[in-house]
């Protein structure tokens, strides 16, 4: 007779591999050890709002064209397509354009434009502000910028810039919805574009003019130019006080409550 059959053991089901899941906190919360002074982006990256304490929640409310990778810290795009076209003169400046990638929104649904860049960097300019805006847009190089069309940034400057003054400074300096801060601006954009303003600049200019030629003293123009840093100094504070209650903003989280 056959001995009986050996009963072969039983394997245990394979595991089945389970999906990985993500799961995103409907709240983050930070803890700082100062009070934050200011939500206003003029104010923020200018000297009266450069804190660190401000930055920790804000500074990635506003999107820039670049960045650095977060690995290796190269050079990258961030809503830009592309890396920037080479310089190429145009009369007495140099110029450059930037491609913004297509189908980036704001926060509120709108589109990210290069309206918005060309807008930021022109308010920066004709209010002159300082500090962190001074580094990206700083006005003794950088003429202007504008549009050429929704998604083309056009970069004008009177000499071709360098790396802190291109690639550290404008293409990774922050930029700010138009829509939103174009009407907002109105009241301050009044005084440095009235009469009077532009009369102190063109006196400032025409002292300047006599004091290298010895028809004028130099405390002539010091006095001239305090008028005009007065004027400016008024335009610009009406631009630091600016509610922003309501304004569109760019990145992985907005700022709901501060306490």
């Given at each position: 007779t056959q001995p009986p059959a050996q009963?072969?053991?039983?394997?245990?089901?394979?595991?089945?591999?389970?999906?990985?899941?993500?799961?995103?906190?409907?709240?983050?919360?930070?803890?700082?050890?100062?009070?934050?002074?200011?939500?206003?982006v003029w104010a923020l990256f200018d000297?009266?709002?450069?804190?660190?304490?401000?930055?920790?929640?804000?500074?990635?409310?506003?999107?820039?064209?670049?960045?650095?990778?977060?690995?290796?810290?190269?050079?990258?795009?961030?809503?830009?397509?592309?890396?920037?076209?080479?310089?190429?003169?145009?009369?007495?400046?140099?110029?450059?354009?930037?491609?913004?990638?297509?189908?980036?929104?704001w926060s509120d649904g709108s589109p990210?434009?290069?309206?918005?860049?060309?807008?930021?960097?022109?308010?920066?300019?004709?209010?002159?502000?300082?500090?962190?805006?001074?580094?990206?847009?700083?006005?003794?190089?950088?003429?202007?910028?504008?549009?050429?069309?929704?998604?083309?940034?056009?970069?004008?400057?009177?000499?071709?810039?360098?790396?802190?003054?291109?690639?550290?400074?404008?293409?990774?300096?922050?930029?700010?919805?138009?829509?939103?801060?174009?009407?907002?601006?109105?009241?301050?954009?009044?005084?440095?574009?009235?009469?009077?303003?532009?009369?102190?600049?063109?006196?400032?200019?025409?002292?300047?003019?006599?004091?290298?030629?010895?028809?004028?003293?130099?405390?002539?123009?010091?006095?001239?130019?305090?008028?005009?840093?007065?004027?400016?100094?008024?335009?610009?504070?009406?631009?630091?006080?600016?509610?922003?209650?309501?304004?569109?903003?760019?990145?992985?989280?907005?700022?709901?409550?501060?306490?």
């Amino acid at each position: 007779t056959q001995p009986p059959a050996q009963e072969q053991p039983t394997q245990p089901p394979a595991e089945q591999p389970t999906q990985p899941t993500t799961e995103r906190a409907p709240v983050i919360r930070f803890a700082t050890l100062e009070d934050m002074t200011t939500t206003n982006v003029w104010a923020l990256f200018d000297d009266v709002g450069a804190s660190y304490w401000n930055y920790v929640v804000q500074i990635y409310h506003w999107p820039t064209l670049f960045t650095l990778s977060d690995q290796r810290y190269d050079f990258i795009p961030a809503v830009a397509a592309d890396f920037p076209s080479e310089f190429t003169q145009e009369g007495d400046l140099y110029v450059a354009t930037v491609k913004l990638k297509d189908g980036l929104v704001w926060s509120d649904g709108s589109p990210v434009t290069a309206e918005d860049v060309a807008f930021t960097a022109n308010t920066v300019l004709k209010f002159k502000l300082g500090l962190n805006w001074q580094s990206g847009y700083n006005p003794d190089y950088l003429v202007k910028v504008e549009a050429v069309d929704p998604l083309t940034v056009k970069y004008y400057y009177n000499t071709v810039p360098g790396l802190s003054l291109w690639q550290y400074g404008a293409l990774r300096s922050p930029f700010v919805n138009k829509a939103y801060w174009e009407p907002k601006i109105a009241d301050a954009l009044a005084i440095v574009n009235s009469d009077e303003y532009k009369a102190l600049e063109q006196q400032v200019a025409d002292l300047e003019k006599a004091v290298k030629e010895g028809t004028a003293t130099q405390e002539e123009l010091d006095a001239k130019k305090g008028e005009l840093d007065a004027k400016l100094k008024e335009a610009v504070d009406i631009l630091h006080k600016l509610d922003n209650e309501g304004e569109p903003t760019f990145g992985a989280w907005r700022l709901a409550k501060w306490e």
